[in-house]
């Protein structure tokens, strides 16, 4: 709203002495604080109006409930008022138009609810007589928040006594168009913004979302008030208790902190504007502690400007009602806050079992591959370590091995396409069948690696709707004479590494093949090693050379060769646990995408 030059003096104030006032201007800080001040007793009202209007339905008096919801819709005319004077560009002339249209109705509440105090008394109903006193000092209060922020200002001269009798006439005589009418009739006064039909239909509209919210599921909860207005904290209580709610009241900012870091609760409905620790700085601990996560924060303040509204939803409130507000919507508000906790509760919950059956699976997948690497049978032969390690709960990654009766080690190294339950399904399946097809009495009709690779390939094959692949290197190393056969399918190539300290280790040209599982009948080609004593082999997955550190680097193939080239033990335990402590420390805790498997073999201890 732009500069009310148009508007009609205050009532009380004329044309002439309008002009010679010279009131200070407030700033946008002032004007807000003024707008909550003002907001703030109506709340009141219209808090106690309505817990009294339902109190004394069954009064033998049914003009008492008349007249305080005469009271009530008041409030509504006081608020509007101050919605159309009190804003972000109001003038001083703007705020003595509204000391003149404001003080009549304030009074017709005054004198109201002092005509409904003495009924009351009359026929000894003392319960509701606390409240009634509130909304008498809730007006009282509106009175005096005026008289601060309008100081009536000297005339410069004295009227006539005619005119003084005229001037002083127009307040009573508004004061009673307002309570036998119900609106002030002269223009740019509050005509239109107090009328009994619009009342009526709010009432309505009310009564509907009251019926309708009684059919719903009513959740209950613990709920914090933080509000520095006692009667702003015990009228939201006794709204909230009535629900069933477990409230918590609060005055102030500070003591919000301390309860919350106590305690936990469901909801919290804060006001901004509060001395010392006010509700913006309520939301910045939440968000520092991290609390706001599972801690909704309804504002309700009289501060209402936009502005004010998003800097509290940008500090994690959910949402802002305004001061008055409506208990039907605050309902639905809460109602919503906690139906969301619930599903968050439940979700937390699903979580949490699924996190359980998470850390079985990885226990189970980890049990599946060998962790005991001595073989007294073959020591003096070959020695051998691994290590798994899943970037997720479990993966894809597998080894496996196992000596055959004439004395060959049969060995594998896979990882399959994907990440999380259905990569480590497949894992289980790849490597039982490798147990399967390459056990004992089904060894007389393989030949070499690339035959035993194609075998299991065709069973993963025949049967994949899904089309996921697994990339695997198998060996057999004849522990005798030293010769190893190689076969892959798409997978790393192996190094080998030399039995010399400091000599770099080289790579195994193998046929790629394709990854198990794509194509039934590919024929996979196999691969003739020579292992000296001394010398051994590195079978790695991706993650190793994949590992990545905070400045998003790979490790890389390169640094594999040069720290391979720096050892000078190169059993294959230390060499596993060296590799391990060197990605360790290059990924600088980066968590890793990926899976890092690595298994190590040495063949017999040089002569």
């Known amino acids: 709203m732009t500069a009310d030059t148009d508007m009609d003096p205050p009532m009380g104030v004329s044309p002439a002495l309008e002009e010679t006032m010279e009131l200070p201007a407030l700033d946008a800080e002032g004007l807000q604080r003024l707008r909550h001040d003002l907001r703030s007793p109506i709340n009141a009202i219209v808090g106690y109006s309505e817990l009294l209007v339902e109190e004394v339905q069954s009064h033998p008096d049914s003009t008492i409930g008349e007249r305080l919801q005469s009271v009530r819709d008041t409030a509504d005319t006081l608020l509007a008022l101050v919605d159309k004077y009190v804003h972000g560009d109001a003038v001083p002339a703007a705020l003595l138009r509204l000391d003149g249209e404001l003080r009549p109705h304030v009074q017709v509440v005054a004198d109201v609810m002092a005509d409904v105090r003495t009924a009351l008394e009359r026929s000894k109903v003392s319960a509701p007589l606390a409240d009634v006193r509130k909304i008498e000092s809730a007006a009282g209060w509106m009175i005096e928040v005026l008289g601060a922020a309008v100081p009536k200002p000297e005339p410069p001269e ?157 500090l994690g409130a959910v949402d802002h009602l305004p001061k008055p507000f409506n208990p039907v919507i605050l309902n639905a508000r809460i109602q919503a806050c906690l139906q969301k906790k619930q599903l968050r509760d439940e979700a937390l919950t699903y979580l949490a079992q699924i ?168 024929p996979y080609q196999t691969e003739t090693q020579q292992l000296v004593p001394g010398e051994g082999l590195l079978l790695i997955t991706d993650g190793v050379i994949d590992t990545m550190n905070t400045s998003e680097t790979f490790f890389g193939e390169e640094r594999l060769h040069d720290t391979l080239s720096a050892m000078t033990d190169r059993t294959p335990r230390t060499v596993i646990r060296s590799m391990r402590s060197v990605l360790a420390d290059f990924s600088e805790g980066q968590d890793q995408f990926d899976d890092v498997t690595m298994f190590a073999i040495r063949y017999r201890e040089m002569a």
């Open 158 to 314: 004295e009227p006539s006594e005619e005119e003084g009798e005229e001037e002083g006439d127009v307040v009573s005589q508004a004061r009673e168009r307002v309570a036998e009418e119900g609106e002030v009739t002269e223009e740019g006064g509050a005509a239109d913004l107090y009328q009994a039909e619009p009342s009526a239909a709010r009432r309505a509209a009310v009564a509907e979302l009251a019926k309708a919210d009684v059919a719903k599921e009513v959740l209950i909860g613990r709920i914090l008030v933080v509000d520095d207005n006692p009667d702003n904290r015990e009228v939201l209580a006794r709204r909230l208790r009535d629900k069933g709610h477990k409230v918590v009241l609060a005055g102030g900012g500070r003591e919000a902190i301390q309860l919350l870091s106590e305690d936990t609760y469901d909801v919290v409905l804060l006001d901004i504007i509060m001395p010392e620790v006010g509700g913006y700085d309520v939301l910045r601990w939440l968000r520092g502690n991290e609390l706001i996560d599972h801690t909704d924060v309804i504002m309700i303040s009289a501060l209402d400007d936009l502005d004010s509204v998003v800097h509290c939803i940008n």
């Open 355 to 522: 996190e359980k059956e998470l850390k079985t699976a990885r226990e189970l997948q980890l049990g599946m591959v060998p962790t005991q690497f001595c073989d007294p049978d073959h020591s003096d032969k070959v020695t051998l370590y691994a290590s798994l390690s899943p970037a997720h709960r479990v993966g894809g990654d597998f080894y496996d091995f196992f000596f055959s009766d004439d004395g060959r080690l049969f060995f594998v190294i896979g990882d399959v396409a994907g990440k999380g339950i259905p990569a480590a399904l497949n894992m289980a399946r790849t490597k039982t069948l490798f147990r399967m097809i390459a056990a004992p009495e089904r060894l007389d009709d393989l030949t070499d690696a690339g035959m035993l690779l194609s075998r299991i390939n065709d069973e993963l094959a025949s049967d994949n709707p899904t089309m996921t692949f697994v990339t695997a290197l198998i060996g057999i190393l004849d522990t005798e004479s030293g010769t190893v056969q190689l076969a892959t399918a798409g997978h790393l190539r192996p190094l080998r590494l030399p039995s010399q300290a400091g000599a770099r280790p080289g790579s195994v040209v193998l046929e790629p093949g394709i990854p198990l599982g794509l194509e039934v009948g590919f």
